[in-house]
């Protein structure tokens, strides 16, 4: 085994046929770093061309988690100011998740334990998913006055009936079973075999490497699809508003909870986010997701729900936000809309791709 790459929060290394990146902050839970993006992307650029790595794969350091999510704080730090440090951040981010999406060599994506927003970036796009029995998977962004990125509102949208809609505006956790069944993931493991896994991909046969990882599936199950009744008929509907009303009027418990989630939310991010997920059905393209969700991470930069989110949920963890405005109703079309203006020359460009 070769190393490439070895710093204090990422590893790349060449291990026979395998490109083996692992985020390795796992005290933090492994959430990226503008260090951690550019390092990834540098190691896809060294391996591109070097015919001895015939497949990619990323993991994370730890059994707790791959990765909670984007480095929230310097994010929040950095709106505190001008946010240039951030849109940078978000900018680079996304062109490395699109990067992964349409690499010329296999990536494969492990997911263990926690995988949330920038973690969901990383891995939900690469042409081979493996989830293991114990992922814990989430896109919660409405609860931080922000909205689902990295590409997820393409994967929620495409998700069966409303279910994305459903995980997108609660923010809910889900597992491998139902990961599987929104399509974000492709395969399940169990977490025992994840070294047979990684050993298999060594060898360079990624098809035989996760059909052998595989063979003794785990019986995990999922809660999505015996739900999808009442989420299809509640999530179908056309505002925000209507979505609750819809959810009050149903007998389930579970859509009474998810009424009452919705409720705890950004009302702005709640608007946003749901017009973001009916644009991006009717884009159905990855690359224009990515330049739509850059623009409402623009502009949300800009609005005090997303300070306030942050300081409320990581910095000083009251969970009680503040939001502004506090109310639906207080929310116009006009203020949504200018979420998806264009940014002009600021725009992200990601054109030329093939998804």
């Not at 109310?327 to 725009?347: K, N, P």
Request: proline content about 3%.
């Amino acid at each position: 085994m070769t190393t490439d790459t070895a710093t204090a929060e990422l590893l790349a290394r060449k291990e026979g046929a395998l490109g083996h990146i692992t985020l390795n902050r796992p005290q933090a839970l492994n959430a990226l770093t503008l260090d951690m993006i550019r390092a990834i992307d540098a190691a896809l650029t060294e391996w591109e061309t070097d015919d001895e790595v015939r497949v990619i794969l990323l993991d994370g350091a730890g059994e707790r988690g791959f990765c909670a999510g984007g480095d929230i704080k310097a994010i929040y730090a950095s709106a505190q100011g001008d946010a240039s440090f951030a849109r940078g951040y978000f900018r680079e981010e996304y062109a490395l998740d699109h990067r992964i999406a349409t690499y010329a060599k296999p990536v494969v994506t492990l997911m263990d334990g926690l995988v949330m927003g920038g973690g969901v970036g990383l891995t939900a796009h690469a042409a081979h998913r493996v989830a293991t029995d114990r992922l814990k998977l989430a896109m919660p962004e409405v609860s931080i006055g922000f909205t689902p990125d990295v590409g997820a509102t393409y994967l929620l949208a495409d998700a069966p009936g409303e279910v994305g809609t459903h995980l997108a505006l609660t923010g809910a956790t889900i597992g491998a079973a139902d990961a599987e069944y929104v399509e974000f993931a492709d395969h399940v493991i169990s977490a025992e075999e994840i070294e047979d896994l990684v050993e298999g991909l060594r060898l360079g046969n990624v098809g035989a490497a996760i059909i052998s990882a595989t063979v003794n599936e785990p019986g995990v199950v999922g809660l999505l699809e015996a739900q999808r009744d009442w989420i299809d008929a509640c999530y179908r509907q056309d505002t925000v508003e209507n979505i609750l009303a819809a959810l009050d009027a149903r007998t389930e418990p579970a859509a009474h909870e998810a009424a009452a989630t919705l409720r705890t939310k950004s009302p702005t991010s709640l608007k946003v986010t749901l017009r973001a997920l009916r644009e991006a059905r009717e884009l159905h393209v990855l690359a224009a997701s990515f330049a739509l969700e850059f623009r409402m991470a623009w502009r949300f930069l800009e609005n005090p729900d997303f300070a306030e989110g942050v300081r409320a949920a990581v910095v000083d963890k009251d969970r009680n936000p503040q939001w502004q405005p506090a109310t639906l109703d207080a929310v116009t079309d006009e203020v949504v809309d200018a979420y998806f203006v264009s940014l002009g020359i600021g725009e992200l460009d990601l054109t030329g791709a093939a998804r």
